[in-house]
């Protein structure tokens, strides 16, 4: 039996959505019309997914951080507590609103059905199920403790997705004042200063140095704006075309771990994300070299992930983790600390997770930090830039005053 996505036609002509569980597309066919609809198209959710994977770009194909961290607590809490894998996954899809989830849900159960892995399920699905799922369940099926690796996701699913939601957080407010601190003074010299200005410009009297800068930035906006625009569209284009080459992003992800405050955010944000994710394989018992290079592939910073790599490399040689991560320096030495210990006294995966909940609380300070400091900088240097505009206004009139008098 397999999982298979419809559209069909009821009898007012509505064109209807949805997903049935059927052993063909003919039998499909025959439960709509059971259901007196007329069906339009019936597709294998498993053929769909192959397909949406050979596409280069696909808004369809994923499913968000939120509902994959909900559909792995659902399915761990419902496995804990007993059920057959078929039924715990057949009440995940049932209990979501949402198309693609359960389209992704009852694809996986029919491989189960089959006679496959949970595993096995997963890798239909790539697109949704990161590489440390698949990795992860597989070696819990085989351990027979699948509901304590489900649990594991979920926490670290969810945990990321907490990590995702504050850096969100702390960049959107400087992001939206710098926004409107952009607006407001772009539409104050094109629309108001050429306005009062040109009063003072009919007196042919010479305009303090200030008041000229003032008229000519005002001129230049109005005149070559839009080219401005065109010219800065152009550059973030021809950047973002840069940045396919990976050497291209080294050099600049390299040129991160360099700036101060940003360089402090990058390796925490990566360190986190990559102790957590092999505390997370190391306690599944996964070997070690696997977990070393998937965990390498949620470090987002490349000079980063080019140092697990080599540290992988330095393992599998018979080198200790954290004497192959340290020769890097790219990784703060409490985490390496914690992952040598974690060595010697065989608690790895305790240590692991320890390094990467310091990670996070360091990250969660540094964010608060940057956020309290951008705010009052971003309105002080909003305010500087209206004073001047309005001074440099201002000026000729003073001058004016100073004549009469």
């Known amino acids: 039996m397999g999982a298979f996505e419809y559209s069909a036609l009821d009898a007012a002509g509505k064109e209807r959505h949805g997903i049935l569980e059927g052993d063909t597309p003919r039998h499909i066919r025959q439960l709509l019309r059971e259901r007196q609809l007329l069906p339009v198209s019936v597709t294998e959710v498993a053929q769909k997914e192959a397909r949406q994977q050979r596409r280069t770009f696909s808004l369809r194909g994923r499913v968000s951080s939120a509902d994959l961290a909900l559909l792995t607590r659902q399915l761990a809490t419902l496995v804990r ?4 894998l078929e039924e715990a996954l057949l009440a995940v899809s049932q209990q979501t ?13 029919a491989r189960v059905m089959e006679g ?15 590489e440390i799922y698949r990795a992860t369940v597989a070696a819990g099926e085989q351990a027979g403790h699948l509901d304590n690796v489900l649990e594991r996701l979920a926490d670290y699913t969810e ?4 990590i995702r939601q504050k850096m969100l957080a702390a960049l959107l407010y400087p992001i939206v004042l710098t926004g409107m601190c952009f607006v407001i003074v772009s539409m104050m010299l094109v629309f108001v200063v050429p306005k009062v200005v040109s009063v003072f410009e009919s007196t042919k009297a010479k305009l303090p140095l200030m008041t000229r800068l003032l008229i000519g930035t005002s001129g230049f906006l109005r005149n070559y704006g839009i080219y401005l625009l ?15 080459d990976p050497q291209a992003q080294r050099r600049v992800q390299r040129l991160q771990l360099r700036v101060p405050m940003m360089g402090k955010l990058v390796r925490g944000f990566n360190t986190a994300r990559f102790t957590r994710t092999l505390s997370i394989l190391s306690g599944s018992s996964v070997p070690v070299l ?12 490349l000079p980063m992930r080019d140092a697990v790599t080599e540290a ?15 020769a890097s320096r790219l990784f703060p030495p409490m985490s390496i600390h914690l992952i040598s210990s974690g060595e010697s006294s065989g608690e790895l995966d305790t240590m692991l997770e320890r390094a990467a ?6 990250l969660d300070g540094l964010l608060a930090a940057l956020v309290g400091l951008l705010g009052p900088l971003l309105i002080v240097l909003m305010g500087v830039l209206v004073m001047g505009i309005v001074f440099a206004m201002l000026l000729p009139i003073f001058q004016m005053n100073e004549l009469i008098h």
């Open 81 to 84: 507590a007993g059920l057959p």
């Open 97 to 109: 609103d949402k198309e693609r989830v359960q389209s992704v849900v009852l694809g996986v159960r």
């Open 116 to 130: 496959h892995t949970l595993a096995d399920g997963f890798a239909e699905f790539p697109r949704v199920f990161p």
């Open 159 to 162: 945990g990321r997705e907490q």
């Open 230 to 244: 065109i010219a800065l569209a152009l550059a973030v284009f021809l950047y973002r075309r840069w940045q396919r």
């Open 290 to 301: 696997e977990a070393l290079r998937i965990a390498a592939e949620v470090v987002t910073n």
């Open 312 to 326: 992988a490399a330095r393992v599998r040689e018979g080198a200790p983790i954290g004497r192959s991560l340290a």
């Open 357 to 362: 909940i310091s990670q996070e609380r360091e």
